[in-house]
């Protein structure tokens, strides 16, 4: 279980593991909540001096985190760049991170004819991400494990399982939408988080059949963190069996299209 600091800088961010060569670490937030703009979560794999950003995010956020990153790694030590989807929230600031790094770009190989229409022409540093997964190889030796999450919710879709610090990056799986000026880093009452998190995953992931895939693929990992790109952070064993139990029995997308077609 990894120590963390529950005092919180939430424009700072605050590091999630740290074992002295290896550190994961959450990236903040806009100090200010902003009417109608969804709140993300951007993450940085600091291993040996060199980094990888999890979702950097769109343009709105990239003075804060390209900020926040730079207080842990020199931004030509940032090695790759992974993209979980499409989603403008998630890749629409690829092309000013690729100005200010000269990091690989891993996002799935249906997005990449896509990236012209965010700005990206030189396809040279671009890594397609075929359907099984893969593996992200650090300067080190160490390793991160692409995982997939198709359908959850884009139709083409990866999660990153870090094994040093046993923490599984899910994009936009357990995201919560916080009521303005509620919002909280670490999850530590589960049952009132559950109730931010159930309308956005009813109504995004596509149904239970690829719910449980993912649960079954997922479930032979040694797990202690769950990250999201949205919402709070669950680190207690306990809560993330509970996420992964809600999950397996909750009806979701196609299950309840009667509710959309009336």
């Known amino acids: 279980m990894p120590a963390l600091n529950k005092e919180v800088d939430i424009v700072r961010g605050d590091t999630i593991y740290d074992d002295g060569t290896h550190k994961f670490i959450w990236l903040g937030w806009e100090e200010h909540e902003e009417e109608g703009l969804v709140q993300v979560n951007q993450y940085l794999i600091e291993n040996r001096g060199a980094g990888v950003i999890l979702d950097p995010g769109g343009v709105h956020v990239f003075p804060r985190v390209v900020a926040n990153v730079s207080r842990y790694v020199d931004l030509e030590r940032i090695e790759h760049l992974f993209f979980s989807h499409q989603d403008p929230d998630v890749s629409s600031g690829v092309a000013l991170w690729l100005s200010v790094t000269n990091a690989k770009v891993y996002i799935s190989k249906w997005w990449v004819r896509f990236l012209p229409h965010y700005g990206i022409f030189d396809m040279s540093k671009i890594v397609p991400i075929d359907e099984g997964g893969g593996k992200i190889q650090l300067p080190s030796g160490d390793y991160?494990?692409?995982?997939?999450?198709?359908?959850?919710?884009?139709?083409?879709?990866?999660?990153?399982?870090?094994?040093?610090?046993?923490?599984?990056?899910?994009?936009?799986?357990?995201?919560?939408?916080?009521?303005?000026?509620?919002?909280?880093?670490?999850?530590?009452?589960?049952d009132s988080h559950l109730k931010l998190m159930e309308g956005f995953h009813r109504r995004y992931l596509a149904s239970n059949s690829v719910v449980k895939k993912y649960l079954e693929r997922v479930s032979r990992l040694n797990i202690d963190v769950i990250a999201p790109q949205h919402g709070a952070i669950i680190y207690k064993k306990e809560h993330i069996q509970r996420f992964f139990n809600w999950l397996s029995g909750l009806r979701c997308g196609v299950d309840i299209a009667d509710e959309f077609y009336k």
Do not use: C, M, W
């Open 144 to 190: 991160l494990e692409i995982i997939p999450a198709h359908f959850l919710h884009s139709v083409a879709n990866f999660h990153v399982y870090d094994p040093r610090s046993k923490t599984l990056f899910t994009g936009d799986l357990g995201a919560a939408i916080f009521p303005k000026g509620q919002r909280y880093t670490y999850v530590e009452d589960f």
